[in-house]
């Protein structure tokens, strides 16, 4: 589906929008913000993370020159307080989730509302057998209602493995006894194996089909 975007002859919408369009494209945007706000609590997240990690480097080092006597204190005034904040910002993401859920849940029923309008129009003409022209028709260019629902799905599953993966970190983050878990947990949740290049590909496809990508670019 999202191979290579070509724009083709078909029923682009022009002026101000209203029903169906209207919404897609809201939501398109919708999905945009979210991703936005996710990449920048991303980056807050890790730079909490190289603190606790250079925290617990330092509680590390110490130990190794005494009896570990330190480290009760160090944790007490310097680690807790950046796992928190850490916390806090997993907490953002999931309600940044569980947003990207809600566009997911808003196009599907919107996919469900153009079925059933076709059904009602079928059931009016009297033609039962007819077609169904609305399922494929494209919305703006190219895409139909089905690709719109069908790549929110997709952000919004990987966005959510990728959560429950940052989520799992920094639980970690606080226990964390080598150098080498400390290096790990870093890239765990700088690297994002999750969200790959594909998603990238799949959101600039669906702000370009729903105009907001020339409009960004202008």
Excluded at 33 to 42: F, P, S, T
Excluded at 48 to 62: D, F, K, P, S, Y
């Amino acid at each position: 589906m999202l191979g290579s975007l070509t724009i083709c002859e078909s029923p682009v919408q022009q002026g101000n929008l209203t029903g169906i369009p209207r919404r897609v494209r809201d939501n398109c945007a919708e999905l945009y913000n979210l991703v936005q706000r996710w990449n920048v609590l991303q980056i807050q997240g890790y730079g909490l993370l190289r603190e606790i990690t250079g925290v617990q480097q330092e509680r590390m080092n110490a130990n190794e020159a005494d009896d570990g006597s330190n480290d009760r204190q160090t944790f007490s005034t310097g680690l807790q307080q950046k796992c928190d904040a850490l916390l806090r910002v997993v907490s953002d993401l999931s309600s940044i989730n569980a947003k990207m859920r809600l566009s997911t849940a808003q196009f599907e029923s919107l996919v469900s509302l153009n079925a059933l309008e076709s059904s009602f129009d079928r059931h009016e003409s009297g033609d039962s057998c007819a077609t169904d022209t609305n399922a494929t028709l494209p919305v703006f260019h190219t895409w139909t209602l089905s690709d719109y629902a069908d790549t929110s799905r997709s952000l919004s599953a990987a966005y959510d493995r990728d959560l429950q993966l940052k989520t799992d970190v920094a639980d970690a983050a606080a226990h964390v006894r080598s150098s080498d878990a400390a290096f790990f947990i870093l890239a765990a949740w700088s690297h994002q194996p999750h969200l790959d290049d594909r998603l990238q590909l799949q959101l600039e496809a669906m702000l370009t089909e729903s105009g907001h990508r020339y409009k960004l670019n202008k």
